[in-house]
């Protein structure tokens, strides 16, 4: 399984950002899907997640300000984020996880940058 993310970019503080990433390869169904993030010297903690049937988790650091949804036919999920803030900047992942498979995928990675 592969995970291709895109979408990050470099944005002032209270402007917004969508990010993307395509799952393709032996995708295991239903799954988890979701976004971390890494700033640095930091740990890589959980931004949001969406199960298949569409349950979703947000930090609550980004609640009322990220949306994350997911297009089931295209393997793909989103990350809808408003209102950024500086300390929203790192290196965003995503994730796919199934409890029917013992692994874990990761994507490359994709660098958010919020300028005061």
């Known amino acids: 399984v592969q995970l291709q993310a895109s979408g990050g970019g470099l944005v002032q503080s209270g402007g917004s950002l969508r990010l993307s990433c395509a799952a393709s390869?032996?995708?295991?169904?239903?799954?988890?899907m979701g976004w971390y993030r890494q700033a640095p010297g930091k740990q890589r903690e959980a931004v949001a997640k969406i199960t298949w049937d569409g349950e979703t988790f947000l930090q609550d650091s980004v609640k009322g300000r990220f949306t994350i949804s997911r297009n089931n036919a295209k393997n793909t999920v989103y990350l809808q984020m408003n209102s950024l803030k500086p300390e929203d900047t790192a290196v965003y992942y995503c994730n796919l996880n199934s409890k029917y498979s013992p692994n874990d995928y990761w994507g490359q990675g994709t660098q958010v940058t919020v300028s005061s």
């Open positions: 390869g032996s995708i295991v169904s239903p799954n988890v």
